[in-house]
């Protein structure tokens, strides 16, 4: 099957970044409960959730709005840090480049689903010059308003955004979250990059189509290409 559109989601998945907020997180989660995330409880409360999300978590209950901002803000000033740090490192997945470079020559509809805050939104697009490769207006991010991955809604939003069916969406996740989400949101095929969790967690999704660990496995061919007039 050929599809016509792709939504990638960011952290994880365009960035390998999911070290640095684990790092950030176990230092916070240990303020809010005086012992950090296990590795299991950053996969499944985590990754692909809203800071709100998270803190609830940690601490049992809803949390304040006044807290969930504080503590957000703090966290994500760490990990920002930590990547301007980091330079070696802090640079888009591997052959990620060349795949949106093709996406864009081809006229292939394409935008990001993350469950980052407008900050960082706004850092990733400064740091990675991404309007060369996006559609500034048509990333979806967390606004307050999205409910956090394994909603549906982030990915139903990216879809119309690019005037598609999800359906007609692949969707390329790293978060157990995120790919139940796309699952959720009726994503035509779902693809798992192992970024940082073991292959073998991906191959017991059963929603999972393909598996890959770099963008050049990406297969080009199940895109729809438009022929030139």
């Known amino acids: 099957m050929k599809y016509k559109g792709i939504i990638f989601d960011f952290n994880g998945t365009l960035l390998f970044d999911s070290e640095k907020h684990l790092e950030a997180w176990r230092e916070f989660s240990k303020r809010l409960r005086e012992t950090p995330f296990t590795n299991e409880e950053m996969r499944d409360f985590m990754f692909g959730r809203t800071n709100e999300d998270i803190i609830a978590y940690a601490i049992g209950k809803k949390p304040d709005p006044e807290l969930v901002e504080r503590l957000g803000q703090e966290k994500e000033a760490v990990y920002r840090d930590m990547c301007r740090k980091d330079r070696?490192?802090?640079?888009?997945?591997?052959?990620?480049?060349?795949?949106?470079?093709?996406?864009?020559?081809?006229?292939?509809?394409?935008?990001?689903?993350?469950?980052?805050?407008?900050?960082?939104?706004?850092?990733?697009?400064?740091?990675?010059?991404?309007?060369?490769?996006?559609?500034i207006e048509k990333i979806v991010y967390a606004n307050g308003k999205i409910p956090g991955k394994p909603a549906p809604d982030i990915y139903q939003i990216a879809a119309k955004n690019l005037n598609l069916e999800p359906k007609d969406c692949i969707v390329v996740e790293d978060a157990v979250s995120g790919i139940k989400a796309a699952e959720n949101a009726g994503i035509g095929k779902i693809i798992a990059i192992a970024s940082m969790e073991p292959i073998e967690l991906y191959k017991k999704m059963s929603c999972v189509g393909e598996i890959i660990t770099n963008f050049s496995q990406l297969d080009r061919n199940q895109f729809l290409i438009k022929e030139s007039v």
């Open 88 to 135: 070696e490192n802090f640079k888009l997945a591997p052959c990620a480049e060349e795949l949106l470079d093709f996406l864009c020559e081809n006229d292939i509809p394409h935008t990001i689903a993350t469950m980052s805050g407008i900050e960082n939104v706004e850092f990733y697009i400064e740091e990675f010059k991404l309007e060369r490769w996006f559609d």
